[in-house]
Structures are given as C-alpha cells and as structure tokens.
C-alpha cells in the first residue's frame, strides 16, 4: 500500500549523549529509515524546526511520501542526571 506516513524522531546516542548504548542505535537510525524507503529529513538548529517540520507533513500529507523527521538531541541540549 502506497500510505502516506510521517514521523517525528527523537534522536538518542548523538550530542552528549553520556548513555554508551544509545550510540550505535543513533548512528544507525537514518540510514534504516532510508533502507526503508522512508525520505528523512535532519533537524539541527531550532530556527529549522518549523520548517522542516511543515515540509515533511507536506510531503507526506499532500504528496503521499514517506517521510521521518530526525530531531538532532543537540536541540533538546545536553542531559544532566542527578542522584537524589
């Protein structure tokens, strides 16, 4: 079936990331997306969000494409456990 998808992804084992075994999922996740046939676009800085956002929905939503958007973990900024 030719549906439309789209997907928001929550990137793990990129910037700062202080958890070791995130990072082979992080590096692997857009080129399994792409194996997939799923177009991924990469979201680094907050002034992209919005756009790269609207163009995936669009091309999914109006163009019947596969689309995933990755949003890099530097957007969320670096991670800072505490013991309590």
Do not use: C, H
Request: hydrophobic share 45%.
């Amino acid at each position: 079936a030719q549906l439309p998808f789209f997907t928001l992804v929550t990137m793990r084992g990129e910037y700062a990331d202080f958890n070791p075994w995130q990072g082979p999922m992080g590096r692997a996740t857009q080129g399994a997306l792409e194996l997939m046939g799923i177009t991924v676009l990469r979201v680094s800085e907050p002034d992209q969000v919005e756009e790269i956002v609207r163009a995936g929905f669009d091309a999914a939503f109006e163009a019947g494409e596969r689309v995933a958007v990755l949003l890099g973990q530097n957007l969320i900024g670096r991670k800072k456990w505490e013991r309590k």
